[in-house]
């Protein structure tokens, strides 16, 4: 059974930083690429970031660019995000997910953690 569990969220000031994690079980973490999505209220699903298996390779939503950082432990089968230079537009619930490829379609979510930036 796939577990995929996310951690880190809270409150914090505008400006602000934050590091979400995500601990992984029952899958063979290296073997997929990994994702940050996030969902505001009453907005859709929204990618932030997504990193190859290796880590090599990152990608980023534009609002997000040069603010966070997406790293992943594979050792440790653990995703990370650092997030800085927090903005109240990035409050949002942000969900883990797991994907063979960057790009290719999520097989596996965590059920999330809340981020709310406060002005």
């Known amino acids: 059974q796939v577990e995929m569990e996310e951690s880190g969220g809270g409150v914090v000031q505008a400006g602000g930083s934050l590091r979400l994690s995500c601990t992984v079980s029952g899958l063979p973490f290296a073997d997929y690429a990994m994702n940050w999505i996030r969902q505001a209220p009453g907005k859709e699903r929204e990618g932030v970031s997504c990193i190859s298996r290796s880590g090599t390779t990152t990608l980023y939503g534009d609002p997000v660019k040069g603010r966070f950082t997406i790293s992943r432990d594979n050792a440790k089968n653990t995703l990370y995000l650092q997030m800085n230079d927090l903005k109240p537009e990035d409050t949002a619930v942000y969900y883990c997910?797991?994907?063979?490829?960057?790009?290719?379609?999520?097989?596996?979510w965590g059920k999330g953690t809340l981020v709310t930036i406060s002005s």
């Open positions: 997910a797991a994907e063979r490829e960057c790009g290719d379609g999520m097989d596996y």
